[in-house]
């Protein structure tokens, strides 16, 4: 089995939850995909515009109280994936590699090849299994079909040298907003994928909470701020569109 560890946003139990899906599913190789100056710059916009919301709501008249923890609660965890994947494969004794994510195909064909080079921990995968793309966002749409495109081309790349390997694609986002996410994405891997073991960590829904709300969804519970909820969801598109 190959997993593939995406890019995740704010999760409180990120750690805990990667911890819990790799005990459950066992890989015999894990992917740890990089991204972290793109991330980095998309944090910063996105305090900012935590910040100015925040203000426009105190503004309004709210009490702190009524704004919940915005900032402990959406706070960005940096570098989680990478040193939860390589602890278990030390603990594990199995193969795990990073790979910085790239829009451009040749760039992810040109990792594949290095891809030996780049192994953490030097085990044979006793592999099955192959690849996936956990997150998709509307605002990038046509770029994260593009870095897809490559994923997909990857996973056939590393199949192809493994003679009992299949791949596959699976979208983990929409199973994974609505809560439950390991039993939830395990189920729809056994579902989709019979008789070969392929799993996907990743989709964390941007902004979501420890209650599984996402932050636009925590804005509209302070009623009557549906224009301010609005607003900042079209913050959000252009913060995260011009990164």
Known sequence: MLYLIGTQHNDLKLEQR???????????????????KRIAIQARKRRALLREFTGRLLRKGYA????????RTFGYRQAVEPRVAFAYA???????????????????????IAFERQRIIDV????????????FFASEAEFQRTVDRGYIDFAREYASKRSKARVALLDAHAPTIVGERDRLMERTVRDKIRGT????????????DEQ???????????????????????????ATAST
């Open 18 to 36: 990667l911890e819990t899906a790799l005990d459950a599913l066992k890989p015999d190789v894990i992917l740890v995909e990089g991204d972290a």
């Open 64 to 71: 702190k109280r009524e704004i919940p923890g915005i900032f």
């Open 90 to 112: 030390e603990r594990n004794r199995v193969s795990a590699y990073h790979l910085e994510k790239s829009p451009n195909p040749r760039a992810l064909a040109e990792q594949t």
């Open 124 to 135: 044979p995968p006793r592999a099955l299994a192959a690849v996936l793309r956990p997150e």
């Open 197 to 208: 073991t392929v799993a996907i960590a990743g989709a964390i829904h941007l902004y979501q």
């Open 212 to 238: 599984g709300r996402t932050l636009y969804e925590r804005v509209k519970d302070l009623r009557p701020l549906r224009t301010l909820a609005s607003d900042f969801s079209q913050g959000i598109n252009r």
